[in-house]
C-alpha cells in the first residue's frame, strides 16, 4: 500500500453527508477502481510522493510506457476493479478485498510482472492527487496469455489488511 493514500485519504475533509472521505468511497464506487498491468521496468517505492504514486505521475514507475496491455481488452489505464468492499473481519482489523480482475477469452497479454491499483480520476482528501496509486502487487514473476483469459486472484486476506 502507498502511505500517500493513507496520508491523503485519512487528511479528506469529513461532512455530515459524506461518512467516508472521497478516497475510501472511491475504493467501492464503480468504475473508479482501477488495476492496470505492468511490466518488470518499474521499482514500487510505497514511502514515494504523491506524483510518484500515481497512475502516470511525472517521475513515476507507474507511466503508460511501463504498462502491459490488449488495446481492445486490457487497455491502457487498466480495467475495472469491481466488488469493492471494505470489512471488519476480526477486532482491530479493517480489510479491503475486490472480486478477482479479469477480462475477456480473447486477451493476449505478455509479460506481466505486476499491477497497480488506483483510484480513476478520484482526488484523495484535499489538495490530494487525481489517480492516486492504493497498492501495488508483484506476480512473482512474468504472466503471459494468448487469445485467453486473464485474470488477477487477490489474496483471501484482501488487497490490503490494516491493524490497529
Not at 478485498?97 to 486477451?107: F, G, I, K, L
Not at 497498492?135 to 489474496?155: D, K
Request: negative net charge; glycine residues 14%; hydrophobic residues 40%.
Amino acid at each position: 500500500m502507498f502511505s500517500q493514500f493513507l496520508k491523503q485519504v485519512l487528511g479528506a475533509a469529513q461532512t455530515a453527508d459524506n461518512v467516508l472521505p472521497s478516497g475510501w468511497a472511491g475504493l467501492k464506487d464503480a468504475n473508479q477502481c482501477k488495476v492496470a498491468l505492468y511490466n518488470d521496468t518499474t521499482t514500487p517505492n510505497k514511502d514515494g510522493d504523491a506524483t510518484t504514486a500515481a497512475f502516470n505521475g511525472t517521475g513515476g514507475p507507474w507511466v503508460t510506457a511501463n504498462q502491459v496491455t490488449d488495446a481492445t481488452n486490457w487497455p491502457s489505464g487498466g480495467i475495472v476493479l469491481t466488488g469493492g468492499a471494505i470489512t471488519a473481519p476480526g477486532s482491530g482489523v479493517v480489510m479491503f478485498d475486490a472480486a478477482d480482475t479479469t477480462h475477456a477469452s480473447t486477451v493476449t497479454i505478455t509479460n506481466a510482472y505486476g499491477c497497480l491499483v488506483y483510484l480513476d480520476e478520484v482526488t484523495a482528501g484535499t489538495g490530494g492527487t487525481a489517480d492516486l496509486g492504493v497498492t501495488y502487487h508483484s506476480f512473482g514473476g512474468a504472466q503471459s496469455v494468448t487469445a485467453g483469459t486473464f485474470t488477477v486472484t487477490w489474496n483471501a486476506l484482501g488487497l490490503f489488511r490494516i491493524t490497529v
